[in-house]
């Protein structure tokens, strides 16, 4: 074999190997199970919560025994909306690229540290990372190194990690929340579940909704 068929098998080897080793989720859904305590004793809601991922098209629901809240968001177009459902109130915030931006940028200022801890989460293996924050809170982090989210909405919080969150956990003072990666798969959405209502909700605006509360 020459020397010019050896490389090009040797790099055709690497790129095929690099393609096995991460899966790129671009499309699907995500259930978590959320549990939440304080001072030691767990809630007993059963809260969910749901993402869903099309190309650009974001959308997530957390689901709880009081009502949802839905965040919706086109990457491409730059528009999206947080929808809140709680008893008769329909509450909509419209958001731009600008207003979604500040909504979490400080989601990406996260500096985590990856461990040698690992556990299977849904079958996947998972490496464990830490993180404390500037207000004192901590998270702890369980990711899938062979998957990795297209659609870059789904992790914001977890941007520097090079792979696919499954579980995490928050910690501050005695209050902890967790949420624990239920299912994963990678059947179409359908396109109606990333569009913006027309009606049906009073509109707050972005501007109200980031006020703080007295």
């Known amino acids: 074999m020459s020397v010019i068929k050896k490389i090009f098998l ?18 699907g859904s995500l259930v978590f199970q959320v549990i939440s305590s304080a001072n030691g004793v767990q809630s007993k809601d059963d809260t969910k919560m749901i993402q869903l991922s099309r190309g650009g098209h974001y959308r997530s629901e957390i689901i709880s025994s009081l009502g949802k809240t839905i965040t919706i968001y086109d990457d491409k177009e730059g528009l999206g909306a947080i929808l809140k459902e709680y008893g008769q109130q329909r509450i909509m915030t419209p958001m731009n690229h600008a207003q979604w931006d500040s909504k979490n940028k400080k989601k990406g200022n996260v500096v985590f540290i990856v461990t040698n801890e690992r556990k299977k989460i849904l079958g996947y293996s998972c490496k464990k990372a830490t993180a404390s924050l500037p207000d004192g809170s901590t998270l702890e982090v369980y990711f899938a190194a062979q998957l990795v989210p297209e659609n870059a909405n789904m992790e914001l919080q977890f941007e ?9 956990q ?45």
């Not at 040797?10 to 499309?27: C, D, M, N, P, T």
């Open 170 to 214: 928050s910690t501050i003072g005695s209050s902890i929340i967790k949420y624990v990666a239920e299912s994963l798969n990678f059947d179409p959405v359908p396109i109606q579940k990333f569009e913006i209502p027309n009606s049906g909700y009073r509109i707050l605006s972005f501007e109200e909704s980031v006020k703080p509360k007295n």
């Open 160 to 168: 520097q990690l090079q792979g696919f969150v499954l579980e995490y």
């Open 10 to 27: 040797l790099f055709f080897l690497v790129i095929s190997f690099s393609g096995i080793a991460q899966l790129r989720f671009s499309e």
